[in-house]
């Protein structure tokens, strides 16, 4: 059984070449207040630099720079590239592995989450839950590679 909805073994580098760049940019964004300067917004009186979160409109940000929106939407699409890219061998031990990785990745960010609810407060839990973003997404790519090439040195060694 060959899984229908994963992308061709050739789009998993140019997942890896979009992700790697934007994880460091996500890196610098949120620990070294790294911002793009083309990527500015401002409207309307700019005396404010805040988020209107008390505004009857959703859209009430008079200045804004979008450098983590985009590095945080080109982690998530390197990401989900990397992840749903077909193996030059995809078989059923490989979907398997994909299958129990997914799972295995929704379960900790389950409990990283509980974990953050019961005992992160205010600012720092706004923090890790701009890290719980791609927290699934990482595991998943992390666990399943790990996995597979186990599988792989396992296979190898079996064949001698």
């Known amino acids: 059984m060959t899984p229908r909805l994963l992308l061709p073994n050739r789009f998993k580098l140019i997942g890896w070449l979009i992700a790697i760049p934007a994880f ?18 401002s409207r309307g009186n700019t005396d404010s630099l805040q988020v209107l979160f008390d505004s009857p409109t959703l859209f009430s940000i008079r200045t804004n720079n979008f450098t983590d929106e985009l590095g ?22 490989i979907t398997t592995l994909r299958l129990e990785s997914l799972l295995w ?15 992160l407060y205010n600012g720092l839990f706004l923090q890790v839950m701009c890290y719980n973003i791609c927290t699934t997404l990482i595991l998943f790519v992390a666990r399943f590679n790990l996995k597979l090439s186990i599988e792989r040195r396992n296979a190898k060694i079996a064949d001698l």
């Open 24 to 41: 460091v940019l996500m890196i610098f964004v949120l620990h070294g207040d790294f911002a793009f300067g083309f990527l500015n917004f």
């Open 72 to 93: 945080g939407i080109l982690l998530i699409i390197g990401l989900l590239i990397i992840a749903f890219s077909r193996e030059k061998d995809e078989d059923e031990r």
């Open 105 to 119: 990745a929704v379960l900790i960010n389950s409990i990283l989450l509980i974990l953050a609810l019961v005992f």
